[in-house]
């Protein structure tokens, strides 16, 4: 029998040669140097980006970063026109009508991007189409590179292209996992979750696209594919430059700041994804004391001399810190602190305790809204009682008397009176859970509210969210269950001292 | 303000304490080593399991590894019995009813398993939950150390424990996230699904779980989460020694046979998870040759001499294994090989051509139960297809010609008759899919039949399955598409030799 006769075949036009970038190898491990994964930085990783606090809360978390740093990037007319801007479903369907779609056409050709019966294939190809695939390879190098505007052009024509698939299954689903294995990162995947957050309320339709690739981001990120590592400052600088870039509670200075709170008495960690080896997703600063910590400053100080270890008693979680909006709602703080505590116990057996030193960010916010009658039976001293009463601002005018005491230090009646303030907004509840973001997070874990500290933050954010005042949440590993339950029932857990404020 | 009195707390009591164990730390690759992984070893990976091919069937594939080997360890009536066989829907409902509690609490309390309401919470409980969790490290360890029918009871017992979740929502998810974070072994949950694929038929219930398992599977196996490393004489023995005990298609004898497979002549990829760094997934061995290779033996003979790269023009794909059958359904076949091509062309340029020379297994059982007017038309010769028109049995007649014939290396009439026959069964489709499990494999792929080549893999299990035939599927990576397409429309793409025979 005699071979068939073949052809000799061209290799395949793959979107690696066009691009001229080389095919990526397996063992690249999360994002390679160079202008594209900065471009990835820049815009998924916003410093300034706040705590699982911020994660926590529905309100999406300040500016930007990449458009605070680059504001004459982001015109905002053309993309969202083009885009529809979101409105009522009515308007919505006339949107995918003749108007929108000739607008989009202009600006679909002015960008040269790919027309919408090109891009829907990445919905509906199966995902091992070769056509399909070169064309997410391409729509992944251009997205990594493109400006912000660019980038929501590119989101709103995947909309485009998907609005038609009714009924919808999981095509959407399809589209990300082709876009995952075709651009092997991982990261691009988280990014493109951070950009649609942002533009959700500009690009009608986009939060569609955004909830299905949050369901497979939940999966691909399940706490148990996370790997706990130490940070230390045997560490990579580039990680430690990472950790300055994302420290989201207490600004890290220097890097003499930074080496002192990877010290002997110190310790860090952070969850990472094997397939994101060089992005902490979250990480946790830890000071070991005889003490738990009353202060911040004192803790941040470079030139704190470094304490013994024998002595040390307590573990102290100053600042927790998500790097990834991207990653909001998929929580794994909780998970990061049980971790650390086990790790601790192994490694340090002489640590009893395990607490944390936080800030109350939505204090001063609270205070202020809060009229007399609300707050004066939370007052020191007959006399400031029956002022506060019939003062319709009540609220506003201890905002600004608990942050000059503070900044002064007092510790008179402004300061037990603010304890005994901040302690109520601290167990408050709304629809069962804690109004202040971080008690949310910590009484959530089954932590419990230890000790009010006064003037422990002295720092303009310190002083401007909570009036300079810190809370120890106490983590006693076997209370977890009991003290969860007991939030459920509506009766967070206190200790006796701040009970007797 | 004093801080509160705190009471000494004890460590909390965590599993790892109980059972002597260490804790286990996050960078703990995969499976320690000792007994308990060489438990899960045995269970999870019997040998012989075959192919991509195998992985396709609907079909249980053969005894499993471990129960072959123990047959005593496994009475089949206690455990089956008290959990219930499978039966219909109402029988179901009276079996988790009285009669089968009170078997099955007899046999949780001989095994002292953990009671049914403990195991709830493994459902039930929050994913931070402590005592939860302590409780799934605990039955983590219990099953990765069990025989294989206290693995059934504990099974049975996840299923009873569930049986009255109504409505079930994400609680069969949360138990294997549980079980997963806490054990801290992706490997166990691919162990899991393993046994529940074994005995979904004999536990009544288990093919929920399994199914909710399978769910989350495909998600942590995503391929984009897949790394692609290639496998060579300078990788770890415990790998190649891996590689060895899993290859399905043709038994590595020994280490110089190893050796051979993986010279300058050839090549041996992996997919890998990163959560599962020393387990090869699936692999596929390659041979570079200046032509297409026709047999299997000349191939894999030890003494072959190395072939000069410069002359390579074919990359020949001649072995591909799935290692898990855990995984099963969850495909990525397709996609190694579309990496390694990617892989080789970047690496040798002067490769034009990439083929398989592959089994067809299916062949002789389906001609064994063809009868005369069915496969006359396709013999050589009148006499031939007027003495097969009358003989009901001719298929099965055939088949022992076939073997005969191939293992006298004949080239004759039987020969041709052979080929044709072969040809045709290739070609056979059922619900749109190519009858063959391999060919429904690579001509999904986007592969054609490119070759048959007669008595090519004179092995015994060459000459059961296919009469000792082999077939070439050649992949033109810019035909993949369209071959699909052809497939899909009923028509599988086919070489000219093969439509002339």
């Known amino acids: 029998m005699t071979p068939a006769k073949i052809t000799p075949s061209n290799r395949p036009e793959q979107a690696a040669d066009r691009t001229g970038q080389p095919a990526k190898g397996p063992d690249r491990p999360g994002l390679g140097p160079g202008q594209t994964g900065q471009g990835l930085d820049q815009s998924t990783l916003p410093p300034g980006q706040s705590g699982p606090h911020a994660s926590q809360s529905a309100q999406p978390s300040g500016p930007p970063g990449r458009e605070a740093t680059q504001p004459a990037a982001v015109p905002e007319q053309p993309a969202s026109a083009a885009a529809g801007v979101a409105a009522a479903p009515e308007a919505q369907r006339d949107g995918r009508g003749a108007g929108l779609l000739a607008r989009l056409s202009r600006w679909l050709e002015r960008d040269h991007l790919p027309d919408p019966q090109s891009v829907r294939t990445l919905y509906l190809a199966s995902l091992t189409d070769s056509a399909a695939n070169r064309l997410a390879r391409q729509w992944a190098e251009r997205y990594l590179a493109a400006a912000p505007d660019e980038r929501r052009s590119l989101l709103a024509g995947l909309v485009?292209?998907?609005?038609?698939?009714?009924?919808?299954?999981?095509?959407?689903?399809?589209?990300?996992?082709?876009?995952?294995?075709?651009?092997?990162?991982?990261?691009?995947?988280?990014?493109?979750?951070?950009?649609?957050?942002?533009?959700?309320?500009?690009?009608?339709?986009?939060?569609?696209?955004?909830?299905?690739?949050?369901?497979?981001?939940?999966?691909?990120?399940?706490?148990?594919?996370?790997?706990?590592?130490?940070?230390?400052?045997?560490?990579?600088?580039?990680?430690?430059?990472?950790?300055?870039?994302?420290?989201?509670?207490?600004?890290i200075r220097s890097w003499q700041d930074m080496r002192r709170r990877v010290a002997a008495d110190r310790r860090c960690y952070a969850f990472f994804h094997p397939r994101m080896r060089d992005t902490p997703l979250i990480f946790v600063e830890v000071a070991l004391a005889e003490q738990m910590g009353a202060g911040v400053q004192e803790l941040l100080d470079p030139a704190r001399p470094v304490d013994a270890l024998g002595k040390a008693r307590w573990a102290i979680f100053y600042s927790i810190s998500?790097?990834?909006?991207?990653?909001?709602?998929?929580?794994?703080?909780?998970?990061?602190?049980?971790?650390?505590?086990?790790?601790?116990?192994?490694?340090?057996?002489?640590?009893?305790?395990?607490?944390?030193?936080?800030?109350?960010?939505?204090?001063?916010?609270?205070?202020?809204?809060q009229g007399g009658p609300a707050i004066s039976g939370l007052l020191v001293g007959k006399a400031e009682q029956q002022a506060a009463q019939g003062d319709a601002a009540a609220g506003k005018t201890w905002v600004v008397r608990l942050?000059?005491?503070?900044?002064?230090?007092?510790?008179?009646?402004?300061?037990?009176?603010?304890?005994?303030?901040?302690?109520?907004?601290?167990?408050?509840?709304?629809?069962?859970?804690?109004?202040?973001?971080?008690?949310?997070?910590?009484?959530?874990?089954?932590?419990?509210?230890?000790?009010?500290?006064?003037?422990?933050?002295?720092?303009?954010?310190?002083?401007?969210?909570?009036?300079?005042?810190?809370?120890?949440?106490?983590?006693?590993?076997?209370?977890?269950?009991?003290?969860?339950?007991?939030?459920?029932?509506?009766?967070?857990?206190?200790?006796?001292?701040?009970?007797?404020?």
Chains 1, 2 share one sequence.
């Open 322 to 369: 998500n790097t990834q909006p991207g990653l909001r709602g998929i929580s794994f703080g909780n998970f990061l602190l049980q971790r650390v505590i086990e790790q601790l116990q192994a490694e340090l057996p002489q640590l009893k305790f395990f607490a944390t030193l936080s800030p109350i960010p939505g204090f001063a916010a609270w205070l202020e809204k």
């Open 403 to 501: 942050r000059a005491a503070a900044r002064l230090q007092r510790n008179d009646a402004e300061r037990r009176s603010g304890l005994r303030l901040a302690a109520h907004y601290l167990q408050a509840l709304r629809n069962g859970n804690p109004l202040d973001p971080v008690a949310r997070f910590h009484l959530g874990n089954g932590a419990r509210i230890e000790r009010l500290n006064w003037a422990a933050d002295l720092s303009p954010k310190g002083l401007e969210q909570s009036c300079g005042m810190m809370v120890n949440y106490l983590y006693e590993p076997e209370h977890l269950d009991e003290n969860r339950a007991r939030l459920a029932a509506g009766k967070p857990r206190v200790s006796r001292g701040v009970q007797w404020l």
């Open 160 to 251: 485009l292209a998907g609005a038609e698939l009714e009924p919808r299954g999981d095509q959407g689903e399809r589209l990300f996992r082709r876009l995952y294995a075709q651009s092997d990162r991982l990261a691009l995947m988280v990014a493109l979750r951070a950009d649609m957050l942002r533009w959700r309320n500009q690009v009608a339709g986009l939060s569609l696209l955004e909830q299905e690739l949050a369901g497979l981001l939940s999966n691909w990120f399940d706490v148990g594919m996370l790997e706990l590592h130490p940070i230390n400052w045997d560490s990579p600088a580039s990680l430690l430059e990472r950790l300055i870039q994302y420290e989201a509670v207490h600004e």
